[in-house]
Antibody
Framework: EVQLVESGGGLVQPGASLKLSCVASGFTFSDYWMSWVRQTPGKTMEWIGD????????NYAPSLKNRFTISRDNAKSTLYLQMSNVRSEDTATYYC????????WGQGTLVTVSS | DVVLTQTPVSLLISLGGQASISCRSSQSLVHSNGNTYLHWYLQKPGQSPQLLIYQVSNRFSGIPDRFSGSGSGTDFTLKISRVEPEDLGVYYCLQRTHNPWTFGGGTKLELK
């Protein structure tokens, strides 16, 4: 069974940095592109970016690429999202998903940006 | 960026009834390779989104045939026949033809 488990969310101050993780199981992680998607409190869905199966290529939403960095550790079957200089509008639930048709999603981790 | 407009925003349906959700794109979703990367998801209350339909009309594994997708170019429709209680939630369309990938605003399906 495919499982994706995100962690690392919480309350963070504006301007701070935060790193989210997503541990994958039930499939060969190193064979798949992976993605991050977020959902705002108002339920708007926004794609953040993708990373190639070997980590050699990333693709970001233009509005986020200067502050967000996606990486992966295939030995640990783990996907990461490094967020920097966070803003109040980054408050959202962050999901990792297997790229392509987004067939599998984690349960999400909530990030709240507030002073 | 491609804008996906979903209508209606909310839908009141009786159990056993039929629901139809539209997803209209600001530009054609036909990729240069001839495929159309328009997918549909359901987010049940308190849960993560789940894939229902991929590439316009293909049901994902385990999705009942009460769910069907159709359309082409810029106009797409998700139909749910014989609505059951577990069908309630918010439906989203997603396009992965044009970078950046974008979602529709969602359609909330509720019981009448």
């Amino acid at each position: 069974e495919v499982q994706l488990v995100e962690s690392g969310g919480g309350l963070v101050q504006p301007g701070a940095s935060l790193k989210l993780s997503c541990v994958a199981s039930g499939f060969t992680f190193s064979d798949y592109w992976m993605s991050w998607v977020r959902q705002t409190p108002g339920k708007t869905m926004e794609w953040i970016g993708d990373i190639k199966y070997d980590g050699s290529y990333t693709n970001y939403a233009p509005s986020l690429k200067n502050r967000f960095t996606i990486s992966r550790d295939n030995a640990k079957s783990t996907l990461y999202l490094q967020m920097s200089n966070v803003r109040s509008e980054d408050t959202a639930t962050y999901y990792c998903t297997r790229a392509g048709v987004f067939a599998y999603w984690g349960q999400g981790t909530l990030v709240t940006v507030s002073s | 960026d491609v804008v996906l407009t979903q209508t209606p925003v909310s839908l009141l349906i009786s159990l056993g009834g039929q629901a139809s959700i539209s997803c209209r794109s600001s530009q054609s979703l036909v990729h240069s390779n001839g495929n159309t990367y328009l997918h549909w998801y359901l987010q049940k209350p308190g849960q993560s989104p789940q894939l229902l339909i991929y590439q316009v009309s293909n049901r994902f594994s385990g999705i009942p045939d009460r769910f069907s997708g159709s359309g082409s170019g810029t106009d797409f429709t998700l139909k749910i026949s014989r609505v059951e209680p577990e069908d309630l939630g918010v439906y989203y369309c997603l396009q992965r033809t044009h970078n950046p990938w974008t979602f529709g605003g969602g359609t909330k399906l509720e019981l009448k």
